[in-house]
């Protein structure tokens, strides 16, 4: 399948600094891309565009052989370890934000958020504004302006899910010599006029875009189902508690435009080869790459120490603990089957397709994390990178690509960002908020009992259906574990547990790992703390604005609350 393979042009430096004075020693550089090339070539200004979906590295242990895209992705220390799915063996900037010591000074892996995203909205800004110029039909300016809309918007997303209230540039394109002394550059909205803000922008791209991309030159590109999902979870942000800047029933019909498309369904061909395949009709937005454009190389990074990897987003015992029992049940329920002596049969499903634990068959072989004398151990190879939970990742591996020297033929797995199941719960949270799991919204074609059953009925998963009858709070819990396990690892957990203000609680619990005891034929099962210090604070609702950008703004930007 041909998919494109974004030109990584330098353009940043060359926009910012075109109209500076030339002298005698300026040469005139080979890396970057003049804006007159830009504006008067419509195959370099599409080349352009095309690169919003990415961005240049802006700090170490970024974007391993192709730039960073949207969030954090598949990097090194994944999103996830900033949460209680799992820890990074290695740190790389994800502790401090386990233990609650972000500063705006030190914020670790998180640090370019911020920088990333107003330069990505710039970007959009300046190729909006000059699209009127480039000598291309009606038709594709349609579709490219549809595209820079969602890139925006999306761009937003990042600035509001984790520092809150935006600054708002509209299609401004700023220049270096903008009058820092002008408040308008600096003021940040209110969380509901950005959220406002950010949602109509999303209607106005979903009016762009085509339903379906209509060669192999756009695929990964936007759609408007594309634009319709990011609408459905930020209107489903805007709902929710620590955002209250929207309701319950507009999220709800937000996530129903998505699924009246009637172009998406539940993925039949396997929970685990979802994450490994391209173009799956579950997939709603995804990024693709190719052997030279490739992500980090997720065996060698993530695999066990036992096969010389690095053992690196390492599953957590408060996620092992949440998943169900194959019965549906929570292990510590009465009738549950769960049996501690044997804590990992009987499980839901996705529990095997997301963890390695001891035990599990992985590259011809059962994983050895028990001590003494396990494989995948400390008392195993390279022992250095040993999990220190007792877990190692499975979501997302491809076992066909090698551990040993990856770089060439590996990394090819896509970046799924939005898929029809997360939608499905969207749905779901909203629509029992707003009228109760079985009430069948005004327009709908499902109730929020009736979604959740159809994620919980993906055939190699086949949980059994929530029963009739439940409590809004019962149906509450329900969406919330689905969400949980679900969506692992695909860096929904994070924003989750902030938006339903339940940070302070799950976010504090210690970060907890197994010890797996082998003597003889019998193994036991002790819990452990595999980092300490796991902590939340109230202030970390929201990512502290990197002091840099504060001082850059001659202290006009608003930090925000406790940093």
């Excluded at 209607?203 to 875009?209: E, I, N, S, V, Y």
């Excluded at 009738?335 to 049969?345: L, M, N, R, V």
């Excluded at 997301?354 to 022992?383: C, H, M, Q, W």
Aim: proline share 5%.
């Amino acid at each position: 399948m041909k998919v494109y393979k974004p030109l990584y042009i330098t353009l940043g430096a060359a926009l910012l600094f075109a109209s500076c004075k030339k002298d005698f020693l300026e040469i005139t550089p080979t890396s970057v891309i003049s804006t007159a090339s830009v504006e008067n070539d419509s195959t370099i200004f599409e080349a352009f565009v095309l690169n919003r979906y990415v961005s240049p590295r802006l700090q170490d242990k970024e974007g391993e052989g192709s730039n960073p895209g949207f969030g954090r992705g598949f990097e090194y220390s994944m999103s996830s370890s900033y949460t209680d799915e799992s820890i990074y063996t290695n740190d790389d900037g994800s502790w401090a934000m386990q233990r609650g010591q972000v500063s705006p000074d030190n914020l670790g892996s998180t640090a370019s958020f911020w920088s990333r995203s107003y330069r990505g909205i710039r970007e959009c800004n300046y190729a909006l504004d000059v699209l009127s110029k480039i000598n291309m039909s009606a038709g594709h300016k349609r579709l490219i302006e549809g595209e820079l809309k969602f890139i925006r918007a999306f761009r937003y997303q990042d600035v509001i899910r984790n520092y809150g209230r935006a600054v708002l540039m509209s299609d401004k394109v700023t220049q270096l010599n903008d009058n820092l002394q002008d408040d308008a550059l600096f003021k940040r909205a209110t969380l509901k006029e950005s959220m406002d803000y950010v949602l109509a922008q999303l209607d106005a791209a979903a009016a762009l875009l085509p339903v379906n991309n209509s060669s192999s030159w756009l695929l990964g590109r936007a759609t408007k189902g594309a634009a319709l999902a990011l609408k459905s979870r930020l209107a489903l942000y805007a709902a929710s508690p620590l955002y209250n800047a929207g309701t319950w029933a507009d999220a709800a019909t937000a996530a129903q435009a998505v699924i009246s498309l009637n172009k998406y369904g539940i993925y039949t061909g396997g929970y685990n080869n979802m994450f490994l395949v391209n173009e799956t009709n579950e997939v709603i937005f995804e990024r693709l790459f190719t052997t030279n454009a490739r992500h980090v190389c997720l065996e060698i990074a993530n695999g066990p120490n036992g096969y010389n990897a690095w053992g690196g987003n390492t599953p957590l015992q408060n996620l092992v603990d949440d998943y169900q029992t194959a019965g549906g049940k929570a292990i510590t329920e009465t009738g549950s089957g769960y049996d501690p002596a044997k804590p990992y049969e009987n499980r839901d499903p996705r529990f095997g397709y997301t963890v390695i634990y001891d035990g599990a068959s992985y590259r011809g072989r059962n994983l050895e994390a028990f001590v003494p004398g396990g494989k995948d151990s400390k008392d195993g190879n390279s022992n250095w990178n040993t999990t220190k939970t007792g877990y190692y990742l499975k979501k997302f591996m491809n076992d066909a690509f090698p551990i040993d020297n990856p770089w060439d033929v590996a990394g090819l797995q896509p970046w799924i960002y939005m898929r029809y199941a997360e939608v499905l719960l969207n749905f779901a949270e909203a629509s029992n908020e707003a009228y109760g799991p079985d009430a069948v919204p005004a327009g709908a074609s499902m109730s929020a009992r009736q979604a959740v059953n159809m994620v919980r009925a993906r055939p190699d998963v086949n949980m059994p259906p929530l029963a009739n009858g439940l409590s809004q709070s019962q149906m509450r819990d329900a969406v919330r574990y689905e969400r949980r396990v679900e969506l692992a690892f695909e860096e929904h957990r994070y924003y989750d547990v902030r938006r339903w203000q339940i940070a302070p609680q799950v976010e504090s619990r210690p970060a907890s790992g197994i010890i797996v005891t082998k003597s003889g034929s019998t193994l036991t099962y002790a819990t452990k703390v595999a980092l300490d210090g796991k902590a939340f604070q109230n202030k970390q609702y929201w990512l502290p604005i990197p002091r840099a950008e504060i001082l850059s703004s001659a202290g006009k930007l608003e930090q925000n609350p406790g940093y």
